[in-house]
């Protein structure tokens, strides 16, 4: 597709240099600050059976779905829990590097929470052949980031394209590393798509996007680091945009 506006060509122009969400960010921004005071979450409940979790692929060994993660009424509990907390408008021009992005967001590192998140998700993740898994997931899966962004896109607000970065980190005494991207949408709202641009190959040089309309309740995985595709969270037109962010951490 080609760049309809200003603001499109240039994230496309980022884009090719390879812009990168960094979570530790420029120090001057303080919507990439930690928080230092954990929230009280809900409890995260009521959920589906764990069986009845279905880890569905869009694309094959790059971004998976579950539906109805959360249901839709832990979404609605979330959704107005979170819009207490002090979410920060990111700033419109980023770091030099930086992916362009305007939402409002909230950053905070809670291991529990990170847990409890997990505890639920590897019933949806993990199957009964643990070198597939391995495989798949680009290491033994260990838990989550405990690094959880929350982000609200009003309507006008959009994330431009870029690549998530893989991290290390020490997940319960190990050394770890970050491979996929977890994105939970707890709304639904007109607009805001997470696109996906696939790379071109010698079969399919012009690959179409793969489109992500958020969906109440829709857990999305997608690879990170080395082998991230391109993708962005288009402008929402209508409703708000409400995601949970965290990452699939495997072992070193
Ligand atoms: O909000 C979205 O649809 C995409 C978010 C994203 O790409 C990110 O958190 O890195
Ligand atoms: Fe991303």
Redesign the pocket.
């Known amino acids: 597709m080609p760049p309809k506006s200003k603001k499109e060509a240039k994230a496309k122009d980022q884009a090719k240099g390879k812009v990168k ?1 960094n979570p530790k960010g420029n120090p001057k921004d303080k919507s990439k600050e930690p928080n230092s005071q954990k929230p009280d979450w809900p409890p995260l409940r009521p959920l589906i059976p764990s069986s009845d979790l279905l880890l569905t692929p869009l694309l094959a060994d790059q971004i998976y779905l579950i539906r109805n993660f959360f249901t839709a009424s832990l979404c609605k509990n979330y959704v107005s829990f979170l819009s207490s907390l002090p979410l920060v408008t990111t700033p419109g021009r980023p770091k030099k590097g930086d992916a362009v992005r305007v939402n409002d967001r909230f950053q905070i590192d809670d291991p529990s929470f990170a847990d409890s998140l997990w505890a639920i998700l590897k019933h949806g993740i993990l199957s009964n052949d643990s070198e597939a898994d391995t495989r798949l997931w680009g290491g033994k899966p260990l838990g989550l980031n405990p690094n959880i962004r929350v982000y609200r896109y009003s309507p006008g607000q959009f ?1 431009a394209q ?1 690549y ?1 970065d893989s991290n290390t980190l020490t997940l319960h005494g190990e050394a770890c590393r970050t491979t996929w ?1 977890l994105l939970i949408y707890l709304s639904t709202c007109t607009g805001g798509e997470t696109v996906f641009y696939p790379d071109p190959s010698r079969e399919n040089r012009r690959p179409d996007p793969v489109v992500v309309v958020p969906e109440m309740g829709l857990a999305l995985l997608h690879r990170h680091g080395e082998r991230c595709l391109l ?1 962005e969270g288009g402008e929402v037109r209508e409703g708000e945009k409400w995601v949970l962010r965290s990452d699939l951490v495997v072992a070193r």
């Open positions: 969400d994330f870029h998530d991207t993708h």
